[in-house]
């Protein structure tokens, strides 16, 4: 099976920063696509920031634009998610997915499709991030 690993959660205080971790522990990101989820309680699991992973464009919805950045290292299989500047409004818990690039649209198309989590095939376990005002 498929299993993507995310971490690097915890408590912080508003205006603070935290690195989100996920790599694959049976595949390759090669030809995949990454994005960053989080779900508050009580709400929907939303996109938060893209990475296509064979030419590293990036996207962000505008709730994680200016703040948050996502990267991969290719060497180590891992893509991050900075968060800087967190809000009490970013308390979530944040997963990552992956899916085969060449089954998405572009990421502008793709951040405004309904129940955007059901066109990801692989899910990591979830990490929660807390931000205490």
């Known amino acids: 099976d498929v299993q993507l690993q995310a971490s690097g959660g915890g408590v912080v205080q508003a205006g603070g920063s935290l690195r989100l971790s996920c790599a694959a522990s049976?595949?390759?990101?090669?030809?995949?696509?990454i994005v960053w989820f989080r779900q508050a309680p009580g709400k929907e699991r939303e996109g938060v920031a893209y990475?296509?992973?064979?030419?590293?464009?990036?996207y962000y919805a505008d709730s994680a634009k200016g703040r948050f950045t996502v990267s991969s290292d290719n060497a180590k299989g891992t893509v991050y998610l900075q968060m800087n500047s967190l809000k009490p409004e970013d308390t979530a818990i944040y997963y990552c997915a992956a899916a085969e690039s060449r089954s998405l649209p572009t990421p502008r198309l793709l951040f405004k499709i309904p129940n955007l989590p059901r066109l990801f095939d692989f899910w990591g376990q979830g990490t929660q991030v807390t931000v205490s005002s």
């Open positions: 049976t595949f390759t990101f090669d030809h995949y696509t």
């Open positions: 990475i296509k992973y064979g030419d590293g464009s990036t």
